[in-house]
């Protein structure tokens, strides 16, 4: 835990946990944060007033005040994994962990403890059964959440086949469930069901107890999980903790596990699904009606008739302004200065390429961030391949390329003069080429030699008749455009000029034709 990084949304769940009543040792207990650094964080949040009610603080507001440990703590290897195939083979011969603790001293020197090996034994050999326990909740206190595989479905107007999954959450003291037919588990799937489920009920929980799953838990760990910052946030929001179960570990969510399974052998078998639509309509009906009124074969009572006379005063009121569902994700910025996101791309600064950035989504914006400062804003996109770039994020040779277009350069050119404008027209003229970048290129010119020394050159280029970049800048360049290329404003025709005989021109007589 000392050198474990603690990020600015984790010191937020933590401010949030001492606001809902947790003492210090519940929040180290959850391995949040260590107990000592608890209590450092309430002192500050106590001095800032952030305990009090109203938002919680931001991610720039909690910077400035903790500092952020970089070091991360090293995972350390088993001090008997060199030994762990002599071990198995022992094992599998049933030796008994204290004569294999004792061959390993003997034959290999081995330095570690005597638990280190009964650790492995253990593992080796499998988890002995355990007892279990009924766990009871209050009412208000406790919801289950979980996915189960859903019926297949084809669309009758699209002839679409639809693989479904069911979420379900099930409120551990009435039973009274939510249902939802879905066709993914990704994180806006996961967080819009639980608004839903919110909604139907009318209240929120105060816990959320749940599974493991990618929507919701990043790295599943029996003692330190990582939440997925998205669900979190909505935590935050709706005021609910969660609470992960351990891994392979159903028992600890049996009531939801139940719940699933009742959904997938009452409700699916023998129905007939129109649509998606057509299906959550009726499974909805069926909670409310079949579901909701049965005889739960532990509580002996309804479901929906424990909800309303009991359960539904002790939940939490919904927010009066819906907190808005947002999916966090980690994207890496590609060398044309763009990120993807659901198969959509929105461009960032180009000083941030090959960089990792925080990305926020919501149902009508695309937020990048960079730790925690905001460095892109764009609407959402809702078909794959589309493109949202702002101008500002590419860099300059690239925005100049793009923003000095061919109307751009006849229109610099123009104010240059009208051989210059002459000149660019013949450029663009061209059957063959593209010479956006040689227009850019002559246009460029001016400002190394000047309008007027521009316009000569363009006009020596255009009497000769050499419509090419490298032309005017060699003309420039040598000084020929100074230089004048015929006599003006009098030009002596060369037939005036010339007044003697050639040595080889015929005379009159001679061109005359003899007669014959």
Partial sequence: MANRRIEMHQYRQVIHRMRLGQSDRAIARSRLIGR????????????KGWLDSGPLPDDEQLAAVFEVERSPGQNQAPLTQPYAKQIKQWVQKGIQATTIYEALVGQFGFKGSYSSVRRQVRKLRGASPKASCVL?????????????????????FTGAVIKTWIFVMTLCFSRHMYAEIVTDQKVETWLACHRRAFEFFNGVAAKMIIDN????????????????????ELAEGYGFLISPCPVRDPQK????????????NNFVPLRTFRTLADANEQLIRWVLERAGNRIHGTTHKKP??????????????????????????????HGNCHVQFEKAYYSAPFRLVHQELFLRATDTTVKLYRDIKLVATHPRLKRAGQRSTVDEHLPPEAL????QDPQWCLKQAEAVGPDCHRFIRRLFAHKVLDNL??????????????????????SRALHFGN??????????????????????????????????????????????????
């Fill in 467 to 516: 419509i090419k970049y490298r032309t005017v800048k060699s003309i420039l360049h040598q000084g020929l455009d100074q230089t004048p290329f015929y006599e003006q404003p009098n030009v002596i025709p060369l037939a005036s000029a010339y007044t003697g005989n050639g040595r080889f021109l015929r005379t009159q007589v001679c061109r005359e034709r003899r007669p014959s």
């Fill in 213 to 232: 799953p990618k929507c919701a838990i990043t790295r599943a760990c029996y003692t330190d999980p990582d939440v997925q910052r998205s669900y979190g």
């Fill in 437 to 458: 970048r040689a227009a850019q290129g002559v246009i460029g010119l001016s400002k190394k030699y000047g309008p007027a020394r521009l316009e000569a050159a363009c």
């Fill in 36 to 47: 000592t650094k608890c209590a450092a964080v309430r002192t500050v949040a106590a001095q």
């Fill in 136 to 156: 009871d909740f209050a009412p208000g206190e406790a919801a289950q959440v979980d996915f189960g595989k859903g019926p297949t479905i084809k669309d009758v």
């Fill in 400 to 403: 100049a390329y793009k923003m």
């Fill in 253 to 264: 969510k049996g009531r939801v596990e139940s719940g699933v399974k009742y959904v997938k």
């Fill in 304 to 333: 929906l008739q424990m909800f309303a006379e009991t359960e539904k005063h002790f939940l939490k009121p919904l927010p009066d302004v819906p907190v808005e569902l947002a999916v966090w994700t980690r994207v890496k910025v």
